[in-house]
């Protein structure tokens, strides 16, 4: 389960394969695939989505609990699906969210977490470079915070 930010961001740097390649079915609740398609139509996360790019999948009547929480249309969704998926995996950037999905006993990462996974993986072969791309196309992320995830992976931060 993905929710709007990730697919933004990964699509801004031409790194969408990211999700592809790290999911055994990537599903994009129809509510988040809306709320990309309200972008920009020369957005590339827009792009990919009228292509097709993703499992659509309803989030049918939302759960009452993750309601009480106050969030986005796309954050409910994703939080909802995965509720009724095993073993789901939301992939959410929003504060919030994250705490409302593991209030829940949802399992959690985001961008940051999709990025450190790929270079474990070996999809790539430094972190540090496309977190900075990802940093200027809109990731916001604590310095600290960035350093001690690069530093899990055997990274440093780039200098500035």
Known sequence: MVNASPVILLARVGRLDLLERQCARLLLPAEVAQEIRAGSSSDPARLAIDKGWAERIPMGPPNPSVLEWGLGAGETSV???ALRQDSALAVLDDRLARTAARSHGVS??????V???AKRAGLIAQAAPLLTEL????LYIRRD???EALGKVGE?????
């Open 108 to 113: 959690v990462i985001g961008t940051l977490g």
């Open 115 to 117: 990025v450190l996974r």
């Open 145 to 147: 915070l960035m350093a």
């Open 79 to 81: 939080i909802t699906v």
């Open 156 to 160: 440093q931060l780039e200098s500035q």
């Open 135 to 138: 940093q200027r196309s809109g």
